[in-house]
């Protein structure tokens, strides 16, 4: 999901609460077509640092973009197409 040209901070967050809520709710309504996603915890013994969930949470949670929301989402954006995507 990519922000809009014009689109506000407001706005690309409630679009991502409003996506996230259709597909929990299908998920619920469907739970034999769902694909369970492996959790791996953010801590020290999982190779992600205790800082990741903290700022996972912080960014989905705040309420306007704050510097480092932007710096991310910059990354993000430039990131390679599939970089993210299981390699199987």
């Not at 809009?4 to 739970?31: C, N, S, V």
């Not at 992600?48 to 949670?61: D, E, N, S």
């Amino acid at each position: 999901m990519r922000p809009a040209a014009k689109e506000t901070w407001d706005q690309y967050r409630k679009r991502m609460l409003d996506e996230t809520a259709r597909f929990i709710e299908w998920g619920l309504r469907h739970p034999e077509l769902v694909v369970e996603i492996p959790v791996k915890p953010a801590d020290d013994t999982s190779g992600f640092p205790k800082g990741v969930g903290r700022w996972f949470w912080a960014t989905v949670l705040c309420d306007r973009p704050t510097g480092s929301v932007r710096r991310w989402r910059d990354v993000l954006l430039r990131r390679p197409k599939g970089l993210l995507r299981s390699r199987r």
